[in-house]
């Protein structure tokens, strides 16, 4: 089993960066099955990004040229540096990690975008 622990939301202006964290504890994972969700009021939860492989990241269309994912395997940590936010970004932010049939869920950190 995996724990995934969420941090760095908060409140932000339009067009200001945000960067989450998400740490992962447990054993038998790779931070290449990690990815970010989120879900805004309203709304269906919805994929923000995550890794196609060990070179390459898929986004969200609203996100891409935004948002960027990334990692540090020793540290089990995986990132979301967000930048130009917009109001429509406002959601709460999971991260999650797919391992085999598994799939594992943080409790979410919320994200919102507001002058």
């Known amino acids: 089993q995996v724990q995934l622990v969420e941090s760095g939301g908060g409140l932000v202006q339009p067009g200001g960066p945000l960067r989450l964290s998400c740490v992962a504890s447990?054993?038998?994972?790779?931070?290449?099955?990690m990815g970010w969700h989120r879900q805004a009021p309203g709304k269906e939860r919805e994929l923000v990004a995550r890794?196609?492989?060990?070179?390459?990241?898929m986004y969200a269309d609203s996100v891409k040229g935004r948002f960027t994912i990334s990692r540090d395997s020793a540290k089990r940590t995986v990132f979301l540096q967000m930048n130009s936010l917009k109001p429509e970004d406002t959601a709460i932010y999971y991260c999650?990690?797919?391992?085999?049939?598994?799939?594992?869920w943080g409790q979410g950190t919320q994200v919102t975008v507001s002058s």
């Open positions: 447990g054993s038998g994972f790779s931070t290449l099955n």
């Open positions: 890794f196609a492989n060990i070179v390459t990241a």
């Open positions: 999650n990690i797919i391992q085999g049939r598994d799939t594992y």
